[in-house]
């Protein structure tokens, strides 16, 4: 009977929490939608979130080369003090930027309070926030994959685990190694402290490091920089490299129409079921990060504890990412 009991109020307990989380977050208005900040590929997630939750009509338009983004479709009358919260400085400059929060509030006109990356704290962004005194929760709100991509020309449809991890350990060196053309293999590689770069070293390099292979392209200036990628592969027909599965999914998608072909691993695709079921290797998720410091009581921390509610799951689920 006392068991019985105790696990009645904790179900009450549970219960109650979810609740006031679901109702904490009918206070938000464009006025108080905390600055959210992130990576390229969690950009238009945080444009559907506010969509969603204010009931802003939004739509994914074309963007310049290949892409597609997503915008609000009255965008020119929304009040520029909504507007200007979304920003996208990539995985490291979010993660920087919501470590670096109280230097920055004094002199910039949106800090972020909360942000949404493709990917926890590489080991130097952690020695940062620790230099800075700064703790940041990392919370896990949805599930995205690594696909690996080469030309639409190349031969080769799937690769093993292993062979991805022998190719960029230089163990492997030519296509007819592993049934493509007899070419010399081009691995890319993204720069230090990229989303998906860590992603790599990560979930498929188990953090054992790799040669110095060429950049093939960086996402330090502006938005797009990160299609470039598949502009060096449209031309090099023995290259490959690794993309965030949502990227190229839904931003890019186009290029993969034209001259993009995605490997199988292990003769499996990335797919919302093989992602959702853990089948595809390379599943990486995505997360939500705050301050340990951040006020309880802000409408950040709501937005926080929101998206980990099953109202805030099914918002995920529309966005076309997978929710954890």
């Not at 990392?138 to 696909?147: G, H, R, Y």
Request: one cysteine or more.
């Amino acid at each position: 009977m006392n068991k019985l009991f105790f696990i009645g109020v904790a179900l009450f307990f549970l219960i109650s929490c979810k609740k006031q989380q679901e109702n904490g977050i009918a206070e938000i208005t464009m006025e108080n939608y905390p600055c959210v900040d992130g990576s390229t590929s969690t950009f238009p997630l945080n444009y559907i979130i506010a969509g969603k939750l204010l009931k802003i009509k939004y739509e994914w338009l074309d963007s310049p080369g290949f892409g597609y983004e997503v915008r609000f479709k009255n965008w020119e009358e929304l009040p520029y003090i909504f507007t200007s919260k979304f920003r996208c400085s990539q995985t490291h400059g979010a993660i920087t930027n919501l470590i670096d929060y109280f230097e920055l509030i004094d002199y910039q006109e949106n800090t972020p309070e909360l942000i949404i990356v493709a990917r926890k704290m590489s080991a130097d962004e952690k020695e940062y926030a620790q230099e800075k005194g700064v703790f940041l929760i990392e919370t896990p709100i949805a599930l995205d994959a690594l696909d690996f991509i080469v030309n639409s020309q190349n031969t080769v449809n799937s690769l093993t685990v292993k062979q991805i991890q022998d190719i960029y350990l230089g163990k492997i060196t030519n296509w007819k190694e592993v049934g493509g053309a007899d070419e010399a293999i081009i691995p890319f590689i993204r720069n230090a402290n990229s989303g998906s770069q860590e992603m790599m070293n990560e979930f498929v390099m188990n953090n054992a490091g790799m040669p110095d292979w060429e950049v093939s392209y960086t996402d330090e200036v502006t938005f797009y920089d990160m299609m470039g990628v598949y502009a060096e592969l449209s031309q090099n027909p023995n290259a490959i490299c690794f993309t965030p599965h949502y990227y190229k999914e839904y931003m890019i998608r186009r290029a993969a129409d034209y001259f993009i072909k995605t490997l199988a691993i292990n003769n499996i695709m990335a797919d919302k079921n093989s992602i959702r079921q853990k089948t595809y290797p390379f599943v990486a998720p995505v997360y939500v990060s705050i301050r340990s410091d951040l006020d309880k009581n802000s409408m950040a921390y709501k937005l926080y504890q929101w998206l980990q509610t099953s109202s805030g799951k099914i918002v995920i689920q529309e966005s076309g990412y997978v929710a954890n």
